[in-house]
DNA sequence: GAAATTTATAATGAATTTGTGAATGAGGGC
DNA sequence: GCCCTCATTCACAAATTCATTATAAATTTC
């Protein structure tokens, strides 16, 4: 991870930017700061950042300036900074390129988590790997999901599922570790909708050979195998 | 299970220490509780705790000092309890040092799920081991247990108890022990459990030299043993 | 060698866990 | 605004595992 991944936090409020660098930093990243909209502007030009953390309110050029003029030139990951009550913000946020928000006041775990999240997207690509199997073929980029040789329509979430069970395949997750991976570390829903969603890939994958690689591991969880 | 994993719930409030401690000890923790400030650092500084989970509004000490008197010697992992309002203070709880923290109300499985965050994110881990004897192996990640090149199906306390007995070769532990370890701090039931599983496993380990792994200690209990 | 203690085996009902079908509700597209 | 999809939850059925009990076998002790 640590292996220089580079950020720029945009924040008028340098406690804000102290506690953000303090969190980001204990978790091995580099952390550039700017005080202002303009100053990051010029950081941004002179430097190879691999994510922003921007504040929405900034003086002399504002947050969505800044956006706007970054998404002219490239695609690093942006996370806008929005104070409680900036909602609507977030939505303009979006139009403008910025690929996540954060509300303030935030736990640096939350965010913490959304840098990573969003590194792990955007960042450095490890080249999105196409999964093959028997009989299944995942496709992450396009992600289309093709069973003996016929496409197979999934939702959002069944698509995950079956991807972060392939791409770890041979190891059992209990139905917690699923939610927390899958769904996200802020999602406190009930354990059987894991179920739910094995159930529908089950189905989905038909009575091809695909159909069995979704395993049960009673009194566990779910792994993903292969078998012979 | 059963390693022991220490948590000191401070609050003034009994009634929100006994909530807390129902969830925590139901998920296999040990709970200690101290009512306000003085006496959770007391508490502190004789025992040494994986996690403390500290409300803001104490009497005596509030929150902020006791986070602030435990940054100055350890990393120990704190989760603040924040009333609905006190969003403020969040941020002045994390300059502290807090890792996280949970708006009260909060749904149990949150707090848990936290707590379990935490304690993987900072905790100490060992990594799992693949185990492999003559005829014999033992993956934990997979749950898989391969007798002779032909894969057996274990139930979860088999897969456990082997695991457990496996990884501790060569030494003999009593039944009760063994209920401990495996079964977990809060089973109370007969001691023959244990000896029923142990049949089961020789069973499906089968006549191979696998099935001789698990050797009876007359009088004392079970062991692990590779022999020659 | 017999009694006493400890362990092995086998069977069964209870308890836990998972599968299934269906209902609800949120959110997006038209 | 309306329809459609998707995610989630619920209730119930099915499957599996678990703990216990009773009985047989083994081992020790005297």
């Known amino acids: 991870m640590g292996s220089e991944t580079k950020i720029l936090v945009v924040d008028d409020e340098k406690k804000m930017i102290d506690l953000v660098r303090l969190y980001l930093e204990k978790e091995g990243f580099k952390v550039d700061e700017a005080l202002n909209g303009q100053q990051a502007l010029e950081m941004?030009?002179?430097?190879?950042?691999?994510?922003?953390?921007?504040?929405?309110m900034l003086p002399v050029v504002d947050g969505w300036t800044v956006c706007k003029e970054v998404r002219k030139k490239s695609d690093i990951p942006i996370i806008m900074l929005t104070a409680r009550g900036e909602e609507f913000?977030?939505?303009?946020?979006?139009?403008?390129?910025?690929?996540d928000y954060v509300v303030k006041p935030f736990s640096p775990r939350e965010l913490v988590a959304r840098v990573k999240a969003m590194l792990r997207r955007y960042g450095p690509k490890e080249p999105s790997q196409i999964l093959e199997f028997e009989g299944l073929l995942i496709d992450p980029e396009s992600r289309k999901v093709v069973v003996d040789g016929k496409e197979v329509a999934l939702t959002p979430k069944e698509f995950d599922l079956l991807y972060f069970l392939a791409k770890n395949k041979e190891k059992v997750f209990t139905r917690e570790k699923l939610l927390e991976e899958v769904w996200g570390y802020d999602f406190f829903g009930s354990l059987r909708t894991v179920d739910t969603h094995v159930r529908q890939l089950r189905e989905k994958l038909g009575g091809s050979k695909a159909?069995?690689?979704?395993?049960?591991?009673?009194?566990?969880?779910?792994?993903?195998e292969v078998g012979k």
């Open 89 to 99: 913000d977030k939505i303009l946020g979006f139009e403008l390129g910025a690929d």
């Open 44 to 56: 941004i030009e002179k430097t190879e950042y691999n994510l922003i953390i921007l504040d929405l």
């Open 211 to 224: 159909s069995t690689y979704i395993v049960t591991v009673w009194g566990v969880g779910y792994k993903f």
